[in-house]
């Protein structure tokens, strides 16, 4: 197994006390090592419950901003906790409303929301006012648990003893109403593209093979590259079964995921992607790093994907 390098994240308290944190890299910062150490100034913070607490150094700003984990990113985009991850109550509302809190839940690095840079979207800048607002006014929630919280795993696999890059899309799926479990609903990448297009010539098997029993099938199915051309006007490639299939065959081999992006169908006319942002700076962790407009269903939405 690969030794990851231990990392260390400090910071002061109100007495001028520096307190560190050591993890390592190779695993999320959970949240109970954020829990210790916030738990830390609070108990030197009596006031903690009457007030909201400025941070004392810019370490300390950057470690509660930063949106740490994934459902803490639902938590605060749904309005339920503080950035101390406490339930936000009436004190932290009228501080900082939902439009400032879902609106810092972007990555506001995106050039498209950068009017000083040449690539700002005036359009992407609308769009997500209008999905803000939208958020606002009708209260809109995402459940922890929904089925239409899609992961994203972009993976890597080995094929033919090459190397190569796929996305594996999971859910959340509810066993005995009591218990979630993730399943894989498919998956895309350029290995599952090996049928070709041509537009020179017409491919089909004749109205009276059946004549002949269908002795111009070995014809057909010889044409290997340009298969889905004798196959209904309905089919539709299964992505996922050929995975399975290349998977039990050993012609494909998986090894991790490199990254894990999100995809929340959620919310009524839209669909938002969120990932990552691991940098030193208050807007970072887990934002949203794309918006748009989406009426598609969950398994639509992926095949579009594919």
Same mark, same amino acid.
């Given at each position: 197994?690969?030794?990851?390098?231990?990392?260390?994240?400090?910071?002061?308290?109100?007495?001028?006390?520096?307190?560190?944190?050591?993890?390592?890299?190779?695993?999320?910062?959970?949240?109970?090592?954020?829990?210790?150490?916030?738990?830390?100034?609070?108990?030197?913070?009596?006031?903690?419950?009457?007030?909201?607490?400025?941070?004392?150094?810019?370490?300390?700003?950057? &470690? *509660?901003?930063?949106?740490?984990? /994934?459902?803490? !990113?639902?938590?605060?985009?749904?309005?339920? #906790? =503080? @950035?101390?991850?406490?339930?936000?109550?009436?004190?932290?509302?009228?501080?900082?409303?939902?439009?400032?809190?879902?609106?810092?839940?972007?990555?506001?690095?995106?050039?498209?929301?950068?009017?000083?840079?040449?690539?700002?979207?005036?359009?992407?800048?609308?769009?997500?006012?209008?999905?803000?607002?939208?958020?606002?006014?009708?209260?809109?929630?995402?459940?922890?648990?929904?089925?239409?919280?899609?992961?994203?795993?972009?993976?890597?696999?080995?094929?033919?003893?090459?190397?190569?890059?796929?996305?594996?899309?999971?859910?959340?799926?509810?066993?005995?109403?009591?218990?979630?479990?993730?399943?894989?609903?498919?998956?895309?990448?350029?290995?599952?593209? &090996? *049928?070709?297009?041509?537009?020179? /010539?017409?491919? !089909?098997?004749?109205?009276?093979?059946?004549? #002949? =029993? @269908?002795?111009?099938?070995?014809?057909?199915?010889?044409?290997?590259?340009?298969?889905?051309?004798?196959?209904?006007?309905?089919?539709?490639?299964?992505?996922?079964?050929?995975?399975?299939?290349?998977?039990?065959?050993?012609?494909?081999?998986?090894?991790?995921?490199?990254?894990?992006?999100?995809?929340?169908?959620?919310?009524?006319?839209?669909?938002?992607?969120?990932?990552?942002?691991?940098?030193?700076?208050?807007?970072?962790?887990?934002?949203?790093?794309?918006?748009?407009?989406?009426?598609?269903?969950?398994?639509?939405?992926?095949?579009?994907?594919?």
């Amino acid at each position: 197994m690969e030794d990851f390098p231990w990392r260390h994240q400090g910071f002061r308290d109100k007495n001028n006390n520096l307190i560190v944190m050591s993890y390592n890299a190779g695993f999320r910062f959970s949240a109970s090592v954020a829990a210790v150490a916030l738990f830390l100034l609070i108990l030197q913070n009596t006031a903690f419950c009457q007030e909201l607490v400025v941070p004392s150094n810019q370490n300390e700003k950057i &470690f *509660l901003a930063r949106t740490k984990q /994934f459902n803490e !990113f639902l938590d605060r985009f749904n309005y339920k #906790t =503080d @950035f101390r991850g406490e339930p936000a109550d009436s004190a932290f509302r009228a501080k900082i409303p939902r439009e400032n809190m879902v609106n810092s839940l972007f990555d506001l690095k995106d050039n498209r929301l950068d009017k000083s840079s040449e690539k700002y979207s005036q359009a992407y800048s609308d769009l997500k006012k209008s999905f803000v607002s939208d958020v606002v006014s009708k209260n809109i929630q995402v459940p922890r648990y929904s089925g239409n919280i899609i992961a994203e795993a972009r993976s890597r696999v080995t094929f033919k003893g090459s190397a190569r890059n796929i996305s594996i899309f999971l859910a959340q799926e509810t066993v005995r109403e009591s218990r979630i479990k993730w399943v894989i609903l498919g998956v895309s990448g350029d290995l599952f593209n &090996f *049928l070709k297009t041509d537009t020179a /010539f017409i491919r !089909f098997i004749p109205p009276s093979s059946n004549e #002949t =029993d @269908f002795m111009n099938l070995k014809r057909a199915l010889e044409d290997v590259n340009y298969l889905q051309y004798y196959a209904s006007k309905d089919y539709l490639p299964d992505n996922l079964t050929l995975f399975f299939y290349l998977l039990n065959t050993g012609v494909l081999k998986y090894e991790y995921a490199e990254e894990v992006n999100y995809h929340i169908l959620d919310i009524p006319g839209w669909c938002i992607k969120i990932k990552e942002f691991n940098r030193n700076e208050l807007n970072s962790g887990w934002l949203i790093t794309d918006l748009s407009q989406n009426s598609l269903d969950r398994l639509t939405y992926i095949r579009s994907l594919e």
